[in-house]
């Protein structure tokens, strides 16, 4: 594996921590309610319109709103800006994790979870993979079954693709959980203010990304300096 493929992946294991803590710190903090994907909200905004709670109704589609301008400011800030995403979904990710802290135990579990399903949308469009996989970095479902499929069809055939595959999404499935401790420590400890554990992920992600930018700037400069001086 080339030395900046092996970084990416560094950094998106990083990532999928992040991804796990926001999904442990919201189950564990807003009455098990799941703030990384949109299925259970969407699914609970259909049952109180048809049984006509109006409030209810305002507040679940409220988060699927802010979940869907996530995904669309993701596109038009790639395509349109030259703002560097990495560091733009690290920081909205620290952003939400500052407003978590400050919110109060007593609010709706699901208007408490806005700033993480505004964080988590931004953050599948920006982490969505290395080593050429596709991979969110905020739930688990498909990285479980790219991880049974793949080590199963090694099993089968002894092909090291598949190997390299499975190992992969494993090494997803043990960051996001890895994630999901740190938010169990941090609310054992902590309880709503825990969400302050997320910046170490954060912090180590967003020192990998500097160094995967940077780290070849300077290697050019010093060859640079070192062929004037010859």
């Given at each position: 594996?080339k030395?900046q493929?092996?970084l ?6 990083c990532?999928?921590?992040?991804g ?12 098990e309610?799941?703030g990384?994907?949109q ?12 049984g ?5 109704c305002?507040?679940h ?12 400011l ?9 703002l560097?995403m ?15 802290c ?25 982490f ?16 479980v ?12 055939d002894?092909?090291?693709e ?10 997803v499935?043990?960051?996001y959980?890895?994630?999901?401790v740190?938010a ?15 910046v170490?992920?954060?912090l180590?992600?967003?020192?990998l990304?500097?160094?995967a930018?940077e780290?070849?700037n300077?290697?050019n ?8 001086k010859?």
């Amino acid at each position: 594996m080339k030395k900046q493929e092996q970084l990416d992946t560094y950094i998106h294991y990083c990532m999928c921590a992040m991804g796990g803590f926001f999904g442990g710190y919201a189950i564990l903090n807003r009455c098990e309610v799941f703030g990384s994907s949109q299925t259970a909200n969407l699914i609970n905004l259909v049952i109180n319109l048809l049984g006509r709670n109006l409030s209810e109704c305002f507040i679940h589609f409220g988060a699927a709103a802010l979940y869907v301008a996530a995904l669309a400011l993701a596109v038009v800030l790639m395509k349109r800006t030259r703002l560097h995403m990495r560091y733009v979904s690290i920081f909205i990710d620290f952003v939400a994790i500052l407003i978590l802290c400050c919110l109060p135990a007593d609010m709706d579990p699901m208007l408490g979870l806005y700033p993480i399903f505004f964080a988590t949308a931004m953050q599948w469009s920006v982490f969505s993979g290395a080593q050429g996989f596709a991979s969110a970095s905020i739930f688990s479902t498909n990285n479980v079954k790219q991880t049974v499929s793949s080590f199963t069809a090694y099993l089968c055939d002894k092909e090291k693709e598949h190997l390299v595959k499975a190992k992969f999404y494993g090494g997803v499935l043990l960051a996001y959980h890895l994630g999901v401790v740190l938010a169990y420590i941090g609310f054992i400890y902590l309880g709503l203010q825990g969400a302050v554990f997320g910046v170490l992920p954060l912090l180590l992600a967003a020192g990998l990304v500097f160094y995967a930018e940077e780290s070849p700037n300077v290697k050019n400069k010093i060859k640079v300096a070192f062929s004037e001086k010859l």
